[in-house]
């Protein structure tokens, strides 16, 4: 058995051996005994489940199934939801769409994400959304749903379509106070790889960006404060 | 305003409030970092009477399905 990664929901993993996307795990299920991790879930672009039994063989529950030991998870224990990451102004700032139509919302989530050290561009709609992803692809998108013209699904749509003319799949968040599970339902089938209820709180987004960021561009130890 | 009229209208003002919540966290995250942009006051000042104004539309909707 391979060593298992320290799980915990909300952890970003990336399939290995291809071009999987980055996603954050959804459920962490550990051993009632041992409390080691037996199982995890999360949500794909394609709104397809996946599980993973470590113990078991593996058990199928969408149709897709991952072995845990063939993905990379990015745990670092050090880092929290208490803002510590927060300190850390890397040299690889992620490229971030905020696509949000309450124009104090987009300017202060902006003003937040540079301060961060990323690069954030702001669509106050899906138009405008869609001609700033196509000019550059980003990494991450910050989608509104309830917008003037296109809903934020729709964008979703579209960047994960553009995704494979860019080799780059960008992740997706949704930001909404649009908090049904059948709204939930409709981020997972559009490819949304998190929904976030607001009022969000700024130093989760900035981990949960954070750990995304360390996936895709690992930082050496002892880089961040 | 019949009741669906009414949950709708209820629905805006509950997500109006929640974006008011999320300027407001994100501005004082701003300030707290110690380096804000010269109107970070107001925009969070701005955001406390767009939550009153809110809270007055919430509760006339409350009354208006009490009558």
Known sequence: MPDLPELRVGDCVRVLGGEGPNMLVDEVIRHP?????????????????????????????????????????????????????????????????????????????????????????????????LELAAETPPDVALLDIGLPDLNGWEIARWLNEQAGSHKKLPFLIAITGYTSELDRQRSRKAGIGLHLNKPVDPAELVAVLERFRQVIAPTPQGDCG | ?????????????????????????????????????????????????????????????SIGRSA
Request: with cysteine; net charge negative.
């Open chain 1, 33 to 129: 005994v041992d409390g080691q991790v037996v199982r995890c879930l999360w949500v794909d672009e394609q709104g397809l489940v996946h599980f993973t039994d470590h113990r078991a063989d593996n058990l199928e529950l969408a149709g897709v199934r991952t072995k845990l030991s063939a993905i990379d998870v990015n745990t670092d224990r050090t880092r929290s939801f208490n803002g510590a990451t927060a300190q850390c102004d890397h040299a690889h700032p992620l490229t971030i769409l905020v696509v949000e139509d309450n124009e104090d919302g987009a300017n202060c989530m902006a003003t937040l994400l540079r301060l961060y050290g990323h690069r954030v561009q702001v669509a106050p709609n899906g138009r405008s959304a």
């Open chain 2, 1 to 61: 305003m019949n009741d669906a009229c009414l949950n709708d209208h209820r629905d805006t003002i509950i997500r109006g409030i929640c974006d008011c919540a999320c300027v407001l966290g994100n501005t004082l995250e701003v300030i707290r970092r110690g380096n804000p942009p010269e109107g970070a006051l107001r925009l969070a000042m701005r955001q406390r009477e767009a939550l009153i104004r809110l809270a007055e539309s919430l509760q006339s909707l």
